[in-house]
């Protein structure tokens, strides 16, 4: 199936593409993304809502004791190197930023435990720039469209990039997500179901 077919499809069956993570302000999502890694998006926003209103701005994280935090993200897994990184990076975003996130992948993957999918979900949700996201369901689809043939993150990054209208690529990884979660799953894909199964996937 060609890539223009492929855009169209996904814009048809998921019209609005938007990020999973609840959140308020910039750095809510940067630190909702960080939980995420290895954990799934309805368990941080199970988290998320006391997290944040006990520690309501920048200035809160960056004078909080790694212990606290913990107690809130633990169900999150990694919980010791998450709550760490989160008070790390808020010090580092008031010390060197103004407490305002940057706004590209180059800076942001600077800050502790930041790396090119935060820094792209930042860059694309954010500030509306183009984004490529690639966490597992972006990975597992656009192997499995012929977009890409590696598994690795920053590889499919630059394969992506290389291929996607700018402005469509953000957009294009959240509806790789939600098509990930509605029917390309990884163990149980429902190609008999799926609108973009011409035959040709690589499952």
Known sequence: MKLDEILQILKETYPEPTCALRYGKPH?????TRLSAQ???????????????????LEDYAAAEVEE??????SCGFFHTKARDIIACARVLLEEYDGVLPDTVE????????GRKTANLIVGDLYGKPAVVTDTHCIRIANRLGLCNTKE??????????????????DFCHRLVLHG???CTARAPAC???PLNDGSCRV
Not at 28 to 32: G, H, K, V
Not at 42 to 57: C, G, K, Q, W
Not at 107 to 114: A, D, F, N, T
Not at 157 to 164: F, G
């Open 107 to 114: 800076e942001l993957v600077k800050l502790p435990g930041v």
């Open 181 to 183: 979660r509605a029917l």
């Open 192 to 194: 008999e179901r799926c």
């Open 69 to 74: 935090v913990e107690e809130y993200i633990r």
């Open 153 to 170: 993150p920053e590889k499919v990054e630059r394969a992506l990039r290389a291929i996607l209208p700018p402005e469509e690529s953000s």
């Open 39 to 57: 954990c799934t998006d309805a368990r941080v926003n199970i988290v998320t809502p006391a997290l944040f209103a006990r520690y309501p701005e």
């Open 28 to 32: 809510e999502l940067l630190f909702a």
